[in-house]
């Protein structure tokens, strides 16, 4: 009887394991019949999930969640369905894989430093019966390398044409490029785009073709990658150009008022790529003065004559070619021990003219004041004089004895004045 028992508890315990293997077999097959992109509106248990876009070396979070649960547990499922979480428990051995929330209705996990092999569909179910499942996409964007500016090697004359190619790989989807000169962009020919063997990102080429002139020179060249999973600007390689051509030359004088007696020098001076090196000074229709030495770039007077006056020539090489200017001499008088400023003279003299004017004004207003005074006087005082008649001359018997009493008889007359005005 004991034996016969134990048959039958082996028996038992072999179709409990044939069951359970057939439930499992029957939700496997429930659970691919209920697909994310079929909505249950009015259905609570409905798990809802969202896509998501990372970057690669990013982090993605997962979010699944219900408005009801009957005690049914969440899972998270990768691409490959392997379960990675099942409620709270973890399934799968990646440390990359964290739980950030377990509830009866929502199931929150996060995937750090993705790569782009963790692109795909993500399955969130929920063991219901029927089990329910939603589907939440990944993109992972592959990140564009940092450009790389190819075709410029040596210095192009001026006039010549430059050929530049840009390239940028490893994005996904495939990144644009742009060409900027300095901060202005410019346009290259259309994006190349090639698939990149073995990983799902993409190489992208772009080429620009450039006539130079002289203002290109020294002129920073270009090219930014414009990418979503990258901010502006921060994927970006410049490449300076470096253009030949002849000098400009002009020529300068050590002052602008050159005095006879002093020392002098003219210098020139050329910009070009390369700087010059090789200079000639010539004097128009003669010869250089005896006195003027040429050293390189200068052009040195010892001692300023008016004969040095006349029209200075310089030329200048850089080996691409040659430039030259005149410049007219014209040597000022000595005056004394220097020739003034005709400035500093011309407000000099101006100076002088005007106080010589004011003493002038002011001794003619001193005259005029003294003639004035004096003539009041002489007018309040001219025509006063004596009369004098003596006493008596009436009574004299002739006209000698009259003379003679009236120049003894001063003493007692009175006098008498009269004024005339």
């Given amino acids: 009887m004991s034996g016969m028992r134990a048959r ?25 019949s209920v697909r994310s992109n079929f909505v249950f509106d009015d259905d609570p248990f409905q798990p809802v999930t969202q896509d998501e876009t990372v970057a690669v070396g990013g982090v993605v979070t ?15 499922s990768n691409t490959a369905q ?94 644009k490029l742009h060409w900027y000169r ?25 080429e620009l073709t450039l006539t130079v002139t002289r203002d290109d020179n020294n002129a920073l060249i270009a090219c930014a990658v414009d990418h979503p ?13 470096s253009v030949l051509f ?22 020139c001076v050329g910009n070009g790529n390369p700087e010059p090196t090789a200079f000639v000074w010539r004097r128009k229709d003669a010869e250089l003065p005896p006195l003027a030495k040429v050293d390189g770039a200068f052009l040195r007077f010892e001692s300023l004559n008016k004969s040095d006056n006349g029209v200075y020539e310089c030329e200048a090489d850089n080996g691409i070619g040659m430039g030259d200017i005149a410049h007219t ?35 003619v207003f001193i005259m005029l004041c003294l003639l004035i005074v004096l003539g009041r006087y002489l007018i309040r005082h001219k025509g006063t004089y004596l009369t004098h008649e003596a006493k008596g001359s009436d009574d004299a018997p002739d006209a000698d004895t009259a003379i003679i009493n009236a120049e003894g008889g001063h003493s007692g007359v009175d006098d008498k004045k009269e004024y005339f005005i």
């Fill in 8 to 32: 039958q508890s082996m028996t038992f315990s072999a179709f409990q394991r044939a069951a359970l293997r057939a439930l499992a077999a029957l939700t496997m097959l429930l659970a691919t």
């Fill in 62 to 76: 997962l979010t699944c969640s219900v408005k009801e649960n009957d005690n049914s547990s969440l899972q998270w």
């Fill in 82 to 175: 392997q379960t990675l979480y099942f409620g709270e428990k973890r399934a799968l051995r990646d440390n990359r894989i964290q739980l950030v929330k377990s509830t009866g209705t929502e199931l929150i996990i996060s995937i750090s430093d993705v790569q782009l092999s963790d692109d795909g569909e993500y399955t969130c179910s929920i063991f219901t019966m029927p089990v329910r499942t939603a589907r939440a996409t990944v993109t992972v964007l592959g990140v564009p390398g940092k450009p790389v500016i190819t075709g410029f090697d040596d210095p192009v004359e001026e006039g010549g044409k430059v050929s530049l190619t840009c390239t940028s790989s490893g994005s996904k989807p495939p990144a």
């Fill in 182 to 206: 300095d901060q202005e962009e410019i346009q290259g020919r259309p994006d190349v785009v090639e698939s990149n063997t073995d990983e799902p990102t993409y190489t992208v080429t772009s």
């Fill in 229 to 241: 999973s990258i901010a502006n600007g921060d994927k970006r390689t410049e490449q300076p150009l």
């Fill in 246 to 267: 002849s000098p400009s030359v002009s020529i300068q004088p050590e002052s602008d008022l050159p005095r006879e007696g002093e020392k002098f020098f003219l210098q």
């Fill in 329 to 363: 001499l014209l040597v000022q008088e000595e005056a004394g021990v220097k020739a003034a400023d005709p400035t500093a003279m011309s407000t000099s003299s101006g100076v002088d003219h005007a106080v010589i004017g004011g003493v002038v004004a002011v001794i």
